[in-house]
């Protein structure tokens, strides 16, 4: 009579495969039993087919998060061109949020390195803008 049920024992580690000796029921080691109890904890990753938007053909999922084809070896020649556009417009879109100018003045406004840039350079010229509408 052991802790598992009879039809749990195996003769053989569950997790690593190696041969069970002695009272030993599903487990070879404490180490083993851990690692297996964390394995069916894990959550699994589901895979799943999406569409590319830029080039419409479906593409294996291997992250949640991703959006469009493997540049190197599902993307065809026309989806590698969009994808090239797309690292083009966020490199300009970048240097555009770098020389952001206050809205008012015309000076540089400052961007702090996250989210969008600054519309106007300082609170008075804020506050200049928002009167010069106010009155028009």
């Given at each position: 009579m052991g802790y598992y049920?009879?039809?749990?024992?195996?003769d053989e580690c569950q997790h690593c495969g190696e041969?069970?000796?002695?009272?030993?029921?599903r487990y070879c080691s404490a180490a083993c039993r851990q690692a297996g109890f964390r394995e069916s904890r894990r959550p699994r990753r589901r895979l799943a087919l999406k569409p590319c938007p830029l080039c419409g053909d479906s593409f294996l999922a291997t992250y949640p998060l991703k959006k469009f084809c493997d540049y190197e070896s599902e993307a065809e020649r026309d989806c590698q061109d969009a994808?090239?556009?797309?690292?083009?417009?966020?490199l300009i879109a970048a240097v555009?949020?770098?020389?952001?100018?206050c809205a008012h003045c015309g000076e540089p406004a400052g961007w702090s390195g996250r989210g969008?840039?600054?519309?106007?350079?300082s609170n008075r010229?804020?506050?200049?803008?928002?009167?010069?509408?106010k009155i028009a």
């Open positions: 049920d009879s039809d749990n024992h195996t041969p069970l000796t002695g009272r030993q029921e994808q090239d556009d797309l690292e083009e417009a966020e555009e949020r770098e020389e952001a100018v969008r840039p600054r519309r106007f350079c010229c804020k506050t200049a803008d928002y009167r010069k509408r």
